[in-house]
């Protein structure tokens, strides 16, 4: 069983960039397929970025295409979400999610396990 840890949201202004990070506790990250998710205040849980085992395939939410950025580093077992233009939609908590069998989870109900979540608050 892995557990994921995010860590690296706050607050920042509009037009501004945070990275997060995921890291594995429990057993290596480098077999799970690992993806982000966010929910805002009142909405429902939705994808926005995820990652292949292997590093090698990523897709995105159309509302991050070109804003966000996911890779990952097996050796250091951690995924990390590079978001730069943010926009005050974008607020939200922000969760890291891992699927087994090296498949990347695409919607709330193919998880496996999930973080705890941080939060991301952009102010305009």
């Known amino acids: 069983q892995v557990q994921p840890v995010e860590s690296g949201g706050g607050l920042v202004q509009a037009g501004g960039s945070l990275r997060l990070s995921c890291a594995a506790s429990?057993?290596?990250?480098?077999?799970?397929?690992v993806g982000w998710f966010r929910q805002a205040p009142g909405k429902e849980r939705e994808f926005v970025a995820r990652i292949s085992w292997s590093g090698g395939r990523a897709d995105y939410a159309d509302f991050v295409k070109g804003r966000f950025t996911i890779s990952r580093d097996n050796a250091e077992n951690t995924v990390y979400l590079q978001m730069n233009t943010l926009k005050p939609e974008d607020t939200a908590v922000y969760y890291c999610?891992?699927?087994?069998?090296?498949?990347?989870?695409?919607?709330?109900?193919?998880?496996?396990?999930w973080g705890q979540g941080t939060q991301v608050t952009v102010s305009s």
């Open positions: 999610a891992a699927k087994g069998y090296g498949r990347s989870p695409a919607t709330p109900n193919e998880v496996d396990y």
């Open positions: 429990g057993r290596t990250f480098s077999s799970y397929g």
